[in-house]
């Protein structure tokens, strides 16, 4: 079998705490975004689009529902005899498991699955942002330029900057130092978490950051410093289009609600770069007339016949006469009953919120102090009448006239 010009690794562990409820039960990149997706079929439609046949996805907290949502991967094209799509858990040795300690370890734990297809080049990835990218220029320029390490890297504020980790880079976009979470930094080059490695440079490193027992293992902590500062060539690839990290409750919010925004261009069923999916089949959506819906994206299977506004109803999501939803998403399977109200919130799946419930509430109500998302786990009920204020996250049932 001949060498594989480009393979990737996607990152998919990630418990995603900040997520909350949202990720108690199923890793971050299975996460349901923008009606009919789910977070991890960017990376994945990325890759196919950009002609990288052989993809392992690494997976580690929760992956039941990853496992399942991916199958053999052929929605994405990517059921393949040679190369494909791979679930890649922790690796069991006769000792028992490890768990990945950091993201330079997992794809150390990883190495003989890369040793299979001999690449000349392996392309990092993560599995939670929002972005259409075209991986394979992002290849021609690594390969060009010579570099033993290409850095997707993205403009961000000052303000954003100290957030990230940022590149500080020569004339020639060649990285000479990186900063992690910096006070005050030298650029406004910010990673983006995708890199290009040649793969005999990445297997060094690697191996010697796993002989390290003073190391985190990870990519921006540990190996992109030592290979800097070992005087390898470093190279930033810039990108200047939409993407997003869905790390928090309202980054999440926000990149849904943008599908909605004129101004911001994610076309998701563009033929030249689509995003695929696993589709379920539903039948269509039925809107009611006397339903009232503005600006809003309403996918398969939903029954709506109250007032929604600013919102994203995903598949089978039912909202009775009398109900309203506002600046929300409401996923999967999850029922707004009559006389419920919800307004800046995200109602996970299959919840139910019964007759006359309020959620969430208006920023320009309660004022920017205590205001936030409201979050509502999977499969819990909202009881009749009860009353859930702004910036809440909601775990359990909440009883009849409840106030939390």
């Given at each position: 079998?001949?060498?594989?010009?480009?393979?990737?690794?996607?990152?998919?562990?990630?418990?995603?705490?900040?997520?909350?409820?949202?990720?108690?039960?199923?890793?971050?990149?299975?996460?349901?975004?923008?009606?009919?997706?789910?977070?991890?079929?960017?990376?994945?439609?990325?890759?196919?689009?950009?002609?990288?046949?052989?993809?392992?996805?690494?997976?580690?907290?929760?992956?039941?529902?990853?496992?399942?949502?991916?199958?053999?991967?052929?929605?994405?094209?990517?059921?393949?005899?040679?190369?494909?799509?791979?679930?890649?858990?922790?690796?069991?040795?006769?000792?028992?498991?490890?768990?990945?300690?950091?993201?330079?370890?997992?794809?150390?734990?990883?190495?003989?699955?890369?040793?299979?297809?001999?690449?000349?080049?392996?392309?990092?990835?993560?599995?939670?942002?929002?972005?259409?990218?075209?991986?394979?220029?992002?290849?021609?320029?690594?390969?060009?330029?010579?570099?033993?390490?290409?850095?997707?890297?993205?403009?961000?504020?000052?303000?954003?900057?100290?957030?990230?980790?940022?590149?500080?880079?020569?004339?020639?976009?060649?990285?000479?130092?990186?900063?992690?979470?910096?006070?005050?930094?030298?650029?406004?080059?910010?990673s983006m978490g995708i890199y290009i490695f040649s793969w005999q440079k990445l297997k060094k490193y690697l191996t010697e950051d796993e002989a390290d027992s003073n190391s985190s293992n990870d990519f921006g902590k540990d190996v992109i410093p030592a290979m800097l500062n070992a005087g390898e060539l470093m190279k930033v690839y810039r990108f200047a289009d939409y993407w997003k990290d869905v790390g928090t409750v309202d980054s999440l919010w926000e990149a849904n609600l943008d599908l909605l925004n004129p101004k911001i261009n994610l076309n998701l069923s563009d033929s030249d770069w689509r995003i695929y999916s696993r589709t379920t089949g539903m039948p269509p959506q039925y809107i009611c007339d006397t339903a009232e819906v503005e600006n809003s994206l309403v996918t398969d299977g939903c029954d709506v016949n109250g007032k929604l506004d600013y919102s994203i109803l995903f598949e089978n999501v039912t909202v009775e006469h009398g109900a309203s939803v506002e600046y929300s998403l409401v996923m999967p399977g999850a029922v707004i009953k009559k006389g419920a109200s919800v307004k800046y919130a995200i109602i996970a799946e299959n919840v139910v919120v019964e007759e006359n419930a309020e959620i969430g509430a208006d920023p320009a109500v309660v004022g920017p102090e205590g205001w936030g998302i409201t979050v509502i786990g999977d499969r819990l009920t909202i009881g009749r009448g009860a009353k859930i204020g702004p910036s809440r996250m909601i775990t359990e049932d909440v009883g009849e006239g409840e106030t939390r």
């Open positions: 079998m001949n060498g594989k010009k480009c393979i990737a690794m996607l990152l998919a562990g990630g418990q995603g705490s900040r997520l909350g409820v949202l990720t108690s039960k199923i890793a971050k990149p299975a996460v349901p975004y923008g009606g009919k997706y789910r977070i991890i079929d960017f990376p994945l439609s990325n890759c196919v689009n950009s002609g990288i046949d052989t993809v392992g996805i690494l997976t580690q907290y929760k992956p039941l529902e990853l496992n399942d949502y991916i199958g053999s991967g052929k929605p994405w094209d990517l059921d393949r005899t040679n190369g494909g799509v791979h679930i890649l858990p922790p690796y069991q040795t006769q000792e028992g498991g490890n768990w990945y300690k950091g993201t330079a370890n997992a794809i150390y734990q990883n190495m003989e699955f890369i040793e299979r297809y001999d690449p000349e080049h392996v392309l990092i990835l993560s599995g939670d942002h929002i972005y259409k990218m075209d991986y394979s220029k992002m290849l021609k320029q690594h390969i060009e330029s010579a570099a033993a390490c290409t850095i997707a890297v993205l403009e961000v504020t000052p303000e954003e900057a100290s957030r990230f980790g940022i590149m500080n880079t020569d004339q020639n976009d060649t990285i000479y130092e990186f900063e992690e979470k910096p006070k005050h930094p030298k650029s406004n080059l910010a």
